[in-house]
């Protein structure tokens, strides 16, 4: 029914940069938010950065400055910059989309990424 695809994970040196793409697929009517979760070893699952339709953005404190949240409309697709990456972003990094599947339906329906790892190094 509906995919997210994520690419863009990797290792990558503390200081450098990384660049998440997440594009929804399947019977979507629109996506009202999109946004991006991340998972440490031995941690919840929390928040990055997330960005509804009309372009609202809200981040984490701690990657504030750092990571920049975009989106592409037209294509179904979210984007989370990293620069100046430390040690502790390390983690599996999850997209997320709160989407409708037909017009005149409130309803929304949560769908997540299968997740792509993202190791920064000191």
């Known amino acids: 029914q509906v995919q997210l695809v994520e690419s863009g994970g990797g290792l990558v040196q503390a200081g450098g940069s990384l660049r998440l793409s997440c594009a929804a697929s399947?019977?979507?009517?629109?996506?009202?938010?999109m946004g991006w979760y991340r998972q440490a070893p031995g941690k919840q699952r929390e928040m990055v950065a997330v960005?509804?339709?009309?372009?609202?953005?809200n981040y984490a404190d701690s990657v504030k400055g750092r990571f920049t949240i975009s989106r592409d409309n037209a294509k179904n697709t979210v984007f989370l910059q990293g620069n100046s990456l430390k040690p502790e972003d390390t983690a599996v990094y999850y997209c997320?989309?709160?989407?409708?599947?037909?017009?005149?339906?409130?309803?929304?329906?949560?769908?997540w990424g299968q997740g792509t790892q993202v190791t920064v190094s000191s």
């Open positions: 997320n989309a709160i989407l409708s599947l037909r017009p005149g339906d409130s309803a929304e329906f949560r769908y």
């Open positions: 399947g019977s979507i009517f629109s996506i009202n938010t």
């Open positions: 960005m509804t339709k009309g372009g609202s953005r």
